[in-house]
């Protein structure tokens, strides 16, 4: 039997399943670098440090930061520091210190970004940062130059900075993360797209999963869709008009989904997912955590190639730097990688379903929610 909820409370959807797991969430790199960049303008402009330092975040959240470094420089800069607290995540920087570093800039300057001890750089392409620029994501630099501006506003500032963003340890850190891998040198990514740290215990999220279908059957819904994030949670609602109740945070765990699902049917499944992440379902990972599964390229050159692709270009695909890269080589040569790997995704998902009668249809998006990629919808027997 699942459980009620109680007045107010989501029935369902990802803040349910949240509540549901009793694990603490957290704040990304780039909610820690936003409340340190804040601080620090402020002082730069009044001359105080705001402790703690609110911010907003994309959702509408206002989380306080306390501060745990406040400086003035002697070259007319201000730094300030956030010790990031990932909640009850695993997360390799949990702890982490991280710096922000504003200057004023002459009028028309803009805000700038630059990398700092333990951020960093972008040496090769595939990446939704151009090769050389600081290693922080599109999400948070909007989110600095959004306070960046407030803060002007507010206290008679031209908002023209430079944001130099630190984190103490980052490149140590780095190395336990595939940033290397993926040609970022130097340090750390700053990322987030929400700036809350959803965590991830197997155990209590798949079981989150599970209530989250339960809640589903037990309102009637008939189509419920599985998703990888919130930026996909917003793209399965705006193609599906969905209601809360039949979304479910299936995170990396798209077996427990599956496999869920199979002994308790609905009549339609969705997983809505980052194509490099639901190219790991094509190629048969149920789980898509990127400590144990990692996009296969030589796969999608296998997939890219059934599509059209010719053999120069399949052998490109399998030496991308990641699953974006291969798309955008793809994309611009008109061969539908998106739709193949949704396709081959959405099949994956039938034979782990096992004959239950559940249609299923599957959508890639880009890190923006736009969709990359899409498959027909099927059902068990259909070809």
Known sequence: MSESAGPGEPKGGRGAQLKHTGLRPGWTTGACATAATTAAYTALLTGEFPDPVTITLPKGQTPAFALAVEERGTDGSATAGVVK?????????????????????????????????????????????????PAINPVPREMMRTHVAEVAARHGGSGDVEITISIDNGAEIARSTWNPRLGILGGLSVLGTTGIVVPYSCSAWIDSIRRGVDVARAAGRTHVAGCTGSTSEKTVIREYALPEDALLDMGDFAGAVLKYVRRHPVDRLTICGGFAKLSKLAAGHLDLHS?????????????????????????????????????????????P????????????ALSVLRGAPVTVDVICIDRAGNVVGRSALRGPGQS
Not at 101 to 127: H, M, N, Q, W
Not at 293 to 298: A, G, L, N
């Open 291 to 335: 400590a144990r599964s990692q996009v296969d390229k030589p796969f999608l050159a296998s997939l890219a190639a059934r599509g059209g692709a010719s053999p120069e270009l399949a052998e490109q695909i399998a030496e991308a730097n990641t699953g974006l890269a291969a798309l955008q080589l793809c994309d611009a040569a008109g061969v």
């Open 337 to 348: 990688l998106g739709d193949l790997v949704a396709a081959e995704a959405r099949d994956q």
């Open 85 to 133: 607290d990932a909640g009850d995540d695993p997360d390799v920087t949990h702890g982490a210190l991280v710096r922000s570093t504003v200057r004023e800039l002459p009028a028309g300057s803009g805000v700038v970004f630059r990398a700092g001890p333990g951020v960093g750089t972008v040496t090769r392409p595939g990446l939704p940062l151009a090769v050389g620029e």
